[in-house]
């Protein structure tokens, strides 16, 4: 069982959080799943095989705070004896026109989506260094690339997470460390919802939560090394011929 490798998943309670953990458990992973609600993570746990503290370990934490972030980290040593993978998934992204938002949420948005995985790659860098085969996937936004009105601030938090999957891979050569950041499109799930109506994205023009997860698993296990540091966008159906060109 201590062969097993083990990863922080972030946002693991529902959405594409979700069907990361299913697919990691498949292929053997030992799961931290992080989020603020821990009746959603044990949800989440109760989809995998084996009891929980034996292949997976829910724990309540909110990534905009340091300790949260650091607390992740030494559940994993305390509880599973190794880190070999993180994955960002944790996400917040209010609708608000850049008028009207206020300088607290900016900061939220920030933290969430930027300081938080950054203070979390920041506490786990010692224990990945450990592993054989260490790996960080951040999911991010297409928006990072080309944010429609009222997703700009969060479209910039995301973008500032694409430039550091490509940090990361640098300062981690030495230790064999790869980064990835994985920037979809809309993806069906409540998050999504919770901005925008099925009128103005119909569910045709999503990507699936599995399709995503799909190539975050992929990064994980060895299968995309090729696409280390890079961006990986993953526009929804019809959405590619959407994307502006962002020197224009």
């Keep these: 069982m201590r062969d097993q490798p083990v990863a922080i998943?972030?946002?693991a309670g529902s959405g594409i959080g979700r069907s990361v953990a299913v697919m990691l458990a498949d292929h053997g992973w030992r799961l931290i799943l992080a989020g603020r609600r821990e009746?959603?993570?044990?949800?989440t746990g109760g989809l995998l095989p084996g009891s929980e503290h034996e292949r997976w370990v829910a724990v309540g934490a909110d990534v905009s705070e340091t300790e949260d972030c650091e607390r992740?980290?030494?559940?994993?040593?305390?509880?599973?004896g190794r880190l070999d993978g993180l994955v960002n998934n944790a996400g917040y992204a209010p609708l608000q026109a850049m008028g009207a938002?206020?300088?607290?949420?900016?900061?939220?948005?920030?933290?969430v989506n930027t300081i938080g995985p950054t203070q979390l790659v920041r506490a786990a860098w010692s224990d990945l260094g450990r592993s054989a085969s260490p790996r960080v996937v951040s999911v991010t936004s297409i928006a990072s690339r080309d944010p429609f009105p009222g997703l700009g601030v969060y479209g910039g938090a995301k973008a500032a997470l694409n430039l550091l999957?490509?940090?990361?891979?640098l300062e981690g050569?030495?230790?064999?460390?790869?980064?990835f950041s994985v920037a979809p499109g809309g993806v069906e799930t409540a998050m999504l919802r919770s901005i925008i109506s099925e009128a103005d994205l119909p569910t045709d023009r999503c990507?699936?939560?599995?399709?995503?997860?799909g190539v975050i698993v992929a990064c994980l296990v060895g299968e995309r090394d090729e696409d280390a540091g890079s961006t990986i966008f993953?526009?929804?159906?019809?959405?590619?011929e959407l994307l502006r060109d962002p020197s224009m």
């Design 9 to 11: 998943l972030t946002g």
């Design 39 to 43: 009746d959603a993570l044990r949800e």
């Design 72 to 80: 992740l980290v030494r559940v994993a040593s305390e509880r599973f």
């Design 101 to 111: 938002i206020s300088s607290d949420e900016i900061e939220r948005i920030y933290r």
């Design 165 to 169: 999957a490509y940090a990361w891979t």
């Design 173 to 179: 050569e030495s230790i064999g460390l790869k980064a």
């Design 207 to 213: 990507l699936t939560p599995e399709g995503v997860a």
């Design 234 to 240: 993953l526009p929804g159906p019809g959405e590619g």
